[in-house]
């Protein structure tokens, strides 16, 4: 119930192309959902982040699409490029519960090649 | 830009040693974490902080695990005697409010302190 899935584990892209990474969850009380985005040696940053009150949001080459019937959200990389090459995790808080804890899906390893 | 910090980058400790792992959340913040990442495995939350108690802990947190802010810029985590499976790398993290049913802050989080139990 507390889960957040991830597909895929890795992913390999071509720069330019599109990468997509999907995520999946069971709790309904999951009501705000951030995409993070780790590189060697760092912690994980916000890349972007929704609420299940819209579909879709767009930052710069970064979408986050959500299907609230379906449980699933998504992270669209427009135009990916080497520098995009990262772990990506996707991520969820019940915060009508007043939680504060992130729930983490297991991360998406991209490379993008040039 | 301000950033949280952690310290060491890596522990290496024996079986049931004490550890301390010590972080410097961003300054003006008021809520503090602590998550953990097993290799190959998903971060985990383990406990929230505020105020100077404990807010949320999660099941991992168990009495081997406290927390402390022992002044006005340290954010610690101790565990009392290691085991095996408490390798991992250690991520601090910090935000200037909690979660909300309207506004939910982005919670920043360090490089991580790689511990290895032998």
């Known amino acids: 119930q507390q889960q957040v899935k991830q597909s895929p584990q890795s992913l390999i892209v071509q720069k330019g192309g599109i990468s997509i990474i999907n995520c999946a969850y069971e709790n309904t009380a999951f009501d705000y959902f951030p995409w993070y985005q780790q590189f060697p040696g760092k912690g994980p940053a916000l890349l972007i982040a929704?609420?299940?009150?819209?579909s879709e949001k767009k930052e710069g080459r970064f979408t986050i699409s959500f299907n609230k019937s379906a449980k699933q959200f998504s992270l669209h990389i427009m135009d990916s490029q080497p520098g995009d090459s990262a772990t990506y995790f996707c991520?969820?808080?019940?915060?009508?519960?007043?939680?504060?804890?992130?729930?983490f899906g297991k991360g998406t390893k991209l490379t993008v090649n040039p | 830009e301000p950033e949280v910090t952690q310290t060491p980058s890596h522990q290496v400790t024996q079986m049931g040693q004490e550890v301390i792992l010590r972080c410097v959340p961003i300054?003006?913040?008021?809520?503090f974490y602590w998550y953990r990442q097993i290799l190959g495995q998903k971060v985990e939350f383990l406990v929230s902080?505020?105020?100077?108690?404990?807010?949320?802990k999660s099941e991992i947190f168990d009495d081997q695990f406290s927390v402390e802010r022992p002044d006005g810029s340290n954010f610690t985590l101790k565990i009392r005697s290691t085991k095996l499976e408490d390798s991992a790398m250690y991520f601090c993290a910090s935000s200037v409010w909690a979660s909300g049913a309207l506004f939910t802050d982005t919670q920043y989080f360090g490089p991580g302190t790689r511990l290895t139990v032998l």
């Open positions: 929704i609420r299940p009150d819209v």
């Open positions: 991520a969820a808080i019940p915060t009508q519960g007043g939680s504060e804890k992130l729930v």
């Open positions: 902080f505020y105020n100077n108690e404990i807010s949320e």
């Open positions: 300054s003006n913040h008021l809520y």
